[in-house]
């Protein structure tokens, strides 16, 4: 016997069986509904990847960001490209050379537009100094891009191409950030004119003559290598230092970048790396012996600032890693890195705090950041020596640092593989005097020690400010000994063209004194500038010279001397 159906269920039981029959429906239904929602989804999916390998199997495209170094060698190519110019209607406009625009030398405004004219007629030419990868819109130079979505259609060496910027809105954390984008498209079925195109580009960026060097600087945001400014090259005998400091370290860093060399680092497996330190008095030559070693060898210089703004371990690292091989990467004024704790106990502060952590340093560090709305660097000790001799930092490059205050350098730079060769940088010499003498007016009947390039740049240089003052080789070398011994002994006067005749046997032997014990001390960059007053006449800087080396003297006994009653006033308050 079957039991009995429960009297509660007993008048539910056939609506409970509609119910079921209903569900059934919906799900069925739903089901199908999906399947169909599938189903086109996957034929859209389908569609999309078809239509997009058609596209990309005809127009082959590639995308290049914003935050890569390619971006750059693009903008500047089509600033320089007729055709691209021809196309661009509205634009952007950098000035990446605001020096040069506000200039109001109509002569030389002139003759950077005729040489961007002609260049723009004959792009196989090489452009001027300096305007490489300049447009030119009258009398402000700068480049011209595109804007967004705008595109600029190219034939490049047979290969169409289409160029478009664009830009994208992106969430980074908690804000959203807008990165821009070059978009290549090409009609062929392979992408080699979109190569051909990026590795022209690339080429033309970097493309300097042998009178050029190019000087790299870091994006404050991307701390990529950009805008590369060309400068003219720094000619080896321009720098006077002892020819026992100069030609070493040339052969030094010459072999350290030959292939032999290279290999053999490689080959044992130890990192190709060389520092060189040069430290010493403020204008005493070191940026200019860098630079000047950079011209003799064909280098590009990357200038990494530590204490810029914006600037942290990461970026550091990563402009190192970042720097092309073969290249040199120069450090400037490197005692700004150190911790406050070493630069108080160096200087001598009386308020040094020992508990300072050397590692967090960078706030009360960097100096840069000042009206540029950036966060100051961040740089520490640890991070900079990580970037020049870390795991992944660069190798086949160069570092040359510059410091003023060697005292204030961490002993931890001095370790070998970080800074090799160091080298002391003093005030000028009297020899040094003599040689800069001679070198701001050299004598043009014998050149015999200038190479070719560095004789033409003497000729016209002394053809326009000089015309025939100086006579002889005996008479540069009166005027010369005239100037050293005028700056380095007032006192003492030498028979010159202009004085009258002295006592030649005191004369001398004050001489022998002054090349041994030389009490003024004055640098290479104050001479350079004393001689630049009197450019045009040899004569005057010889006979002045005397009279400017005294008045310096006493200025500095001056300010000694105001120095000292402030320090007594200081203690007396105390
Ligand atoms: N030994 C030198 N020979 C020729 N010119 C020099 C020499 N030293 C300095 N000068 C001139 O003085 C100026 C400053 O030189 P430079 O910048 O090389 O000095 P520095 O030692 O790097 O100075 P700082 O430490 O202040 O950066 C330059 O214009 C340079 O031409």
């Known amino acids: 016997m079957l039991p009995e159906i429960p009297a509660f269920l007993g008048n ?16 069925s239904l739903a089901i199908r509904i999906a399947l169909i929602g599938l189903l086109a989804a996957a034929v859209r999916q389908l569609c999309t990847s078809f239509e997009s390998s058609i596209y990309d199997a005809f127009f082959p ?5 914003q935050t890569d170094p390619a971006f750059e060698w693009i903008q500047s190519y089509l600033a320089q490209s007729p055709q691209a110019q021809k196309q661009i209607k509205s634009f952007r406009l950098k000035t990446a050379d605001l020096r040069q625009s506000r200039r109001d030398d109509s002569n030389r405004l002139k003759e950077v537009q005729n040489a961007v004219k ?17 447009t030119f819109v009258d009398s402000v130079i700068g480049q011209i891009s595109p804007i967004n979505e705008q595109s600029i259609f190219l034939n490049h ?21 807008r ?39 870091l994006g404050p945001q991307t701390a990529n290598w950009i805008d590369p400014i060309p400068r003219p090259t720094r000619p080896w005998l321009s720098v006077i230092l002892p020819d026992e400091v100069k030609e070493p370290l040339l052969q030094d860093v010459k072999d350290f970048l030959s292939d032999e060399e290279t290999e053999w680092y490689c080959a044992r497996g130890i990192p190709h790396r060389r520092g060189y330190l040069l430290q010493g008095k403020p204008g005493s030559g070191k940026t200019s012996l860098a630079t000047a070693i950079a011209s003799q060898l064909g280098l590009d210089i990357y200038i990494v600032n530590p204490a810029a703004g914006g600037m942290d371990d990461n970026k550091l690292n990563k402009a190192f890693r970042n720097c092309p091989p073969g290249n040199m990467i120069l450090l400037e004024d490197i005692d700004c890195v150190m ?3 070493i630069r ?25 950041s000042g009206g540029t709305g950036m966060v100051k660097s961040t740089v520490t000790l640890s991070g900079l020596l990580n970037a020049i001799d870390g795991v992944s930092s660069q190798e086949d490059c160069i570092l040359f640092a510059t410091t003023n205050h060697p005292e204030r350098l961490d002993s931890a730079l001095s370790r070998p593989g970080r800074f090799d060769v160091q080298l002391s940088f003093h005030d000028a010499t009297y020899e040094q005097a003599k040689l800069l003498f001679k070198h701001f007016f050299p004598y043009l009947g014998n050149n015999s020690n200038l190479s070719k390039d560095e004789s033409t740049l003497s000729e016209k240089k002394v053809n326009c400010v000089l015309p025939g003052k100086i006579e002889s080789d005996g008479q540069l070398e009166e005027l010369a000994e005239q100037f050293a011994h005028g700056v380095f002994n007032p006192n003492l006067i030498i028979k010159s063209c202009d004085q009258p005749d002295v006592d030649l046997e005191k004369a001398y032997q004050a001489e022998e004194d002054y090349k041994t014990k030389i009490e003024v001390q004055i640098s290479m960059a104050a001479l350079q500038g004393y001689l630049l007053m009197h450019k045009k006449d040899p004569n005057q800087a010889a ?29 007396e308050r105390k």
């Open 179 to 217: 990165e821009e984008h070059f978009e290549i498209c090409g009609l062929s079925f392979q992408p080699k004119g979109i190569k051909q195109f990026l590795i022209d580009a690339h080429g033309a960026f970097f493309k300097k003559s042998h009178k050029e060097l190019l000087i790299f600087n």
């Open 339 to 341: 911790p406050p704790r």
């Open 344 to 368: 108080r106990a160096q200087s001598g502060s009386e308020n040094g705090n020992d508990g300072d952590d050397d590692e967090n340093y960078g706030d009360n560090n960097a100096t840069n």
């Open 12 to 27: 539910q039981g056939s609506a409970g069986l509609t119910n079921n029959v209903k569900l059934d429906d919906i799900l």
């Open 543 to 571: 006979i002045q010279a005397s009279a400017w080396s005294d008045s310096l003297r006493m200025n500095k006994q001056e300010e000694e001397k105001k120095n000292r009653l402030l320090k007594k006033a200081a203690r």
């Open 61 to 65: 495209t590639a995308h290049i960001s």
């Open 118 to 134: 002609s260049f723009l007629r004959h792009p196989e030419s090489t452009l001027s100094l300096a305007r490489k990868n300049a």
């Open 157 to 177: 060496k047979g290969a169409y191409l289409w160029i478009t910027r664009k830009s994208k809105c992106y969430a980074k954390v908690e804000f959203l950030t």
